[in-house]
């Protein structure tokens, strides 16, 4: 540096800086470069997940398809047979939903037959599990014979059909109702047949396979429900759980309600009631037992049941039926058991009231003789048992009713 003028040290500076320029130039295409990597890495790993979520989706949409198909096949093999007014699908880009409008069915397997039809039924699943298929339904559903008016008509504000497996072997079915209600006939003259707030029926295996000796486990469910047409004890709201466990089936192909039980009969299989609850605001009732299938296709067992408000179970029993029966069968005639009763009020007004009064105050007595104190929800009850012989059930020994031969 000795020697050199200020001059030349500054025009030595000019001459390095182009230099320094030279050098930092292929830095700034660097700098670029990685800049336009950071766009176009994401973009491409974006447009390919993209292109296999595309694949993955009609992927699970033909497995979905083909399963809902695959369950269509099996009903139709049991004689069940579906049809759509139209078709669609959608559901891109999370899920797959199958879109059935003026969906009908055509039961041959049921004597006598009978069609039956909603507006819309939608199966979605989702493309993580294209083998659950969930069905929402869109009433009202009208079932009817062939070629007639509807004979029952039923609404609800949600109607929901879960189905998990592949077909022919289902893994877990469930039905969930909210509102549900069933009326015989069409109109303003329809009787109700059942009506509740809520109503829902699980079924699953829990043993065995669906094509060897399957143990199923089923519960049902319902809240404030009412069938008035059907008994007296089922006019005030009632709320119930029931769980049981059903034994001796060979397995689950598509077959008739009959030819199940029959081969329960054949493999002294069982229906176990592992426990039950039904309510009321004036009673209530819990039990569990079993029951078997005799050779007659009868049901025979034991519930062990423990009720609460037995004084307001008893007089809906319809012991005046009984009276009246009896008393007909004394004087000879064959009316009707009304009749009969209404013999004893000729004799003496309100004389029918006195007598049906006193058999149910005698057979509430006898009941709680018969039965051992216990507690439901701490509230004072009676144990008694529920005993089903070939089909007639006794509630200690008072006769309550007879149950139809499953086959």
Request: charged content about 15%; some cysteine.
């Amino acid at each position: 540096m000795a020697g050199e003028s200020p001059l030349s040290l500054m025009q030595a500076g000019r001459q390095r800086m182009p230099r320094r320029a030279g050098r930092a130039a292929p830095m700034a295409a660097s700098g670029g470069q990685r800049r336009l990597r950071a766009i176009v890495v994401p973009v491409a790993i974006l447009a390919a997940l993209a292109v296999g979520w595309c694949g993955l989706w009609y992927y699970a949409a033909s497995v979905a398809g083909r399963t809902l198909a695959g369950w269509v096949a099996r009903e139709a093999a049991a004689g069940r047979v579906y049809s759509c007014g139209s078709e669609g699908i959608s559901g891109f880009p999370f899920s797959i939903q199958v879109h059935c409008i003026e969906a009908a069915a055509a039961d041959n397997s049921n004597q006598p037959p009978f069609t039956a039809a909603a507006k819309e039924i939608t199966f979605t699943a989702q493309v993580y599990h294209p083998t659950v298929l969930v069905g929402d339904v869109t009433g009202p559903l009208t079932i009817a014979p062939p070629s007639q008016p509807p004979s029952l008509v039923a609404t609800w504000s949600l109607a929901r059909l879960t189905v998990s497996g592949l077909p022919p072997d289902p893994d877990a079915l469930s039905i969930t109702l909210e509102r549900p209600q069933l009326n015989h006939g069409d109109g303003a003259n329809a009787a109700t047949l059942f009506a509740a707030d809520a109503a829902g029926f699980q079924a699953r295996t829990i043993s065995g396979t669906a094509d060897n000796h399957p143990v199923i486990e089923a519960d049902l469910h319902f809240a404030s429900a009412t069938a008035p047409t059907l008994h007296p004890l089922l006019a005030a709201p009632l709320q119930g759980d029931i769980e049981v466990v059903l034994t001796g089936f060979k397995d689950l192909s598509p077959k008739s309600f009959a030819a199940r039980f029959r081969e329960m009969q054949a493999d002294g299989g069982s229906v176990e009631i592992k426990s039950f609850r039904i309510a009321r605001a004036d009673a209530i009732v819990v039990g569990a037992g079993r029951l078997t299938v005799n050779q007659s296709g009868r049901l025979d067992g034991v519930v062990q049941v423990a009720i609460y408000g037995l004084e307001n179970i008893v007089p809906q029993l319809g012991l005046d039926k009984l009276i009246g029966q009896g008393i007909e069968r004394l004087t000879g005639t064959n009316g009707s058991s009304a009749q009969g009763l209404s013999r004893l009020d000729q004799l003496l007004p309100g004389l029918s009231g006195v007598v049906s009064a006193g058999a149910n105050a005698s057979v509430i007595d006898d009941l709680k003789k018969m039965g051992q104190p216990t507690q439901i929800d701490g509230k004072p009850a009676i144990a008694l048992p529920l005993r089903v012989a070939d089909g007639a059930v006794y509630l200690g020994m008072i006769r309550l009713g007879q149950v139809p031969a499953l086959f």
